[in-house]
């Protein structure tokens, strides 16, 4: 087993967030201290909207100011504000965050237990049980693709809404076509953690909705005539500023993050770790390294190992959120797949330009949680 960490001794944490070129950052900013213009559909948000359509193959979305937000408009403007809305309960707290405070009720679908994805049989069960859910909203997890065409299948038979969350799908395709351009509407996030990123920020997608989104998106008026009801979701132009600058080294990292797998793969050969299943017809944006271990035990092994060895992996997405405390008890169904994901799971950490040294010792130390 190779020793210590060699590059310094700082934490290495579950990832690192991927900086622009400076120089094309500065440049960007000169240009938004000559116009003095620092939010309100600047040019920087127009010009990353456009940006991002070309890079997605989807019309330009609209950039919020967060994913958490972006998520809240879509259930805004699809008119869920208060409905029932079945969800993944495998995830980060955020979709359901966002679901809570626009007054909807969670109505938990278990997972498949290979992809980690929303079930469509258990969701077409779900209906069953409760014909007034009015909204559905899987989560790619990982950035791997739900199974989108069975989904989609289910929500226009039951005439329910279709939002996917893609905050971690950036990047990721499904027979050639952009994650974020399946179902009615879709989110992703450009946090500082995501592979491509605004520092904060995110987008929302949805050509049926786009100009509900747009108004709602700013307070819902245009000079002084009023619309509808409206929130504050607007990108700053420094936030757009550091996702142009940004976007031409997504794919790169993309490729820099699937060599890190291959290294991961390889040193990890051999042990019985489970992977999430993709989809076939699936190009991955690799966002996330997810083992599951055999059993909670060896997984909480592994982790100790890890931390005392300077290593932060993170359990996402731990636990369940049909399990969390401050649930009603009415809604905490128990979905056992999620539940057995969630107690196995382990995210090592991960970054483009993460050092093979680094992925070298990680990898040594998870195996070592087997041997002793
Ligand atoms: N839906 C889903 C499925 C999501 O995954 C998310 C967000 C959302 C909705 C909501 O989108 P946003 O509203 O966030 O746009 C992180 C992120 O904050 C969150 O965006 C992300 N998902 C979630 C999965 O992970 P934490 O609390 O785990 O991040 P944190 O601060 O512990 O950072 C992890 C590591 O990243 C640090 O140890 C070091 C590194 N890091 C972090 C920051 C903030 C950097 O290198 N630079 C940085 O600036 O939540």
């Known amino acids: 087993m190779s020793g210590t960490r060699i590059t310094d001794n700082t934490p290495m944490a579950v990832t690192r967030s991927r900086l622009p070129d400076r120089d094309d950052f500065y440049r960007l900013l000169d240009g ?53 809305v079945a969800l993944t309960p495998y995830t980060y707290v955020a ?10 009720r969670p109505v938990f679908v278990d997972v498949n237990p290979a992809t980690l994805c929303l079930d469509p049989a258990k969701l077409d069960e ?11 909203l899987p989560v790619h997890i990982y950035g791997m693709a739900c199974d989108v065409e069975k989904i989609g299948e289910i929500c226009s038979r039951r005439g329910a809404v279709c939002l996917y969350d893609g905050a971690q799908a950036f990047a990721s395709w499904l027979h050639g076509r952009s994650l974020l351009d399946y179902g009615d509407l879709s989110i992703c996030s450009f946090h500082a953690t995501k592979l491509f990123h605004s520092a904060e920020g995110g987008c929302v997608l949805g050509a049926k909705y786009h100009e509900a989104l747009t108004r709602a998106r700013a307070f819902g008026h245009v000079g002084d005539t009023h619309y509808t009801l409206g929130i ?33 793969d390889a040193l990890l050969d051999g042990l019985p770790l489970q992977r999430p299943e993709l989809l076939t017809g699936q190009d991955w944006n690799h966002a996330y390294y997810p083992v599951l ?15 005392a060895r300077g290593i932060q992996p993170r359990r996402y997405f731990y636990p369940s959120l049909n399990t969390l ?9 128990p979905c056992p797949a999620a539940e057995d994901a969630a107690g196995r799971v382990l995210c090592l950490p991960l970054y483009g330009e993460m ?11 998870v195996r070592g949680a087997f041997s002793a």
């Not at 979709?95 to 007054?103: F, K, M």
């Not at 271990?293 to 931390?307: I, M, T, V, W, Y």
Request: aromatic share 6%.
């Open 32 to 84: 938004i201290f000559e116009r003095g213009w620092l939010t309100n559909n600047g040019l920087c948000v127009r010009n990353l909207e456009r940006e991002l359509g070309l890079f997605l193959g989807t019309e330009p979305p609209l950039a919020c100011v967060n994913g958490t937000v972006a998520l809240m408009l879509a259930l805004h403007v699809a008119g869920l504000d208060g409905k029932k």
């Open 95 to 104: 979709t359901l965050s966002a679901l809570l405070w626009q007054g909807c």
């Open 126 to 136: 779900a209906f069953e049980r409760e014909p007034d859910i009015a909204g559905v």
């Open 232 to 264: 504050n979701a607007k990108m700053s132009e420094l936030n757009a500023a550091m996702g142009l600058a940004m976007l031409p080294g997504t794919q790169r990292e993309v490729e820099m993050r699937k060599n890190a797998h291959a290294a991961y």
């Open 293 to 307: 271990f055999p059993s909670g035990k060896l997984r909480e092994k592994a982790l100790g190992a890890l931390l």
């Open 325 to 333: 405390p401050y649930l009603e008890a009415g809604l905490r169904r």
């Open 355 to 365: 050092p093979e040294a680094d992925i070298r010792l990680v990898s040594d130390v």
